[in-house]
């Protein structure tokens, strides 16, 4: 395929889970009107951000596969004949939860499944106490429109997984995403952080030669437990060529859906330009597999 038309749905996000669905719904019949073939939505979409704090009320979020949940993004992508890109707090069994993205194809068949594997424990994002790190890899979804790799927020700060991806022939690193801003930050750490983001994974489009497409959420969502000031989530959803140059930019500040058009063609133009692949010194890097050293 050389060309691919991407959707990127940015949205703020209500405690009504009905509601979050509708918008969604709404989003996905639009772009895919505007002819994506592909749409991505943001990590946690069904609902507010409830990993500000640890609560065990929030489990009753969580759902099974299958479930409402997966019936009715099912039928969004096959409604709408699309690949959509999801992602859903996944109860697998009583006491172990996922971080899990799903990808719908153009029938509404479940094309595979990704659980997130690096699990963030800071203030504000108390990952840890919901969700068990995954246990499926790092294992491309091949879809109609291609194989996909698909990680989730905290796993785009890890080369290793972005490489991985690559090298079991993922056409396109994709991250649903949720990070933001402590309120109290400074302007110029906001800047610092947000400016660390985009360059982290714009470095896994050059060095895999891949497009890269990081779909966060926006908007201020407070803490419940008042532990904290909140996180502003500061959007700035992007799409990366396989050189690391931006297609697309959406706002730090409001909601936003788009439709970006990717020539897939160029991957392998710039691999042979810049051999990155041929070049690994495959035999000197045992010791990536420790710790530290």
């Not at 704090?53 to 969004?76: G, K, R």
């Not at 080369?159 to 079991?168: Q, T």
């Not at 396989?242 to 058009?261: H, K, R």
């Amino acid at each position: 395929m050389a060309n691919l038309k991407v959707g990127i749905v940015q949205h703020t996000f209500r405690e009504n889970v009905d509601a979050n669905r509708a918008r969604n719904l709404t989003a996905i019949e639009n772009l895919a009107a505007e002819g994506a073939q592909l749409i991505v939505l943001s990590e946690l979409h069904d609902s507010l951000y409830f990993c500000q704090s640890e609560n065990v009320d929030n489990f009753a979020l969580a759902e099974e596969i299958p479930s409402d949940f997966t019936e009715f993004y099912s039928q969004a992508a096959r409604d709408n004949g699309v690949v959509l890109v999801t992602s859903m707090f996944e109860r697998r069994a009583p006491g172990l939860y996922h971080n899990t993205a799903i990808v719908f194809d153009t029938d509404g068949s479940m094309a595979g499944r990704y659980r997130k594997m690096h699990i963030p424990d800071d203030p504000g994002f108390y990952e840890k106490f919901y969700f068990t790190p995954g246990d499926l890899g790092f294992e491309p979804i091949e879809t109609s429109v291609g194989k996909l790799g698909v990680l989730v927020c905290w796993d785009q700060w890890y080369p290793e997984a972005a490489r991985l991806m690559a090298m079991k022939g993922a056409e396109m690193l994709i991250y649903p995403t949720a990070i933001g801003w402590n309120p109290d930050d400074t302007e110029d750490e906001r800047k610092r952080q947000r400016e660390a983001w985009i360059t982290v994974q714009r470095g896994h489009a050059v060095a895999n030669g891949l497009p890269v497409v990081s779909v966060n959420r926006s908007g201020f969502e407070e803490d419940p437990s008042s532990q904290t000031s909140g996180i502003d989530f500061w959007g700035s959803s992007f799409v990366a060529g396989p050189q690391g140059e931006i297609l697309f930019m959406a706002p730090d500040n409001a909601p936003c859906e788009a439709t970006v058009e990717i020539d897939m063609s160029r991957c392998e133009n710039v691999r042979q330009w810049w051999p990155f692949f041929r070049d690994r010194r495959i035999d000197h890097y045992a010791g990536l597999l420790k710790r530290w050293l």
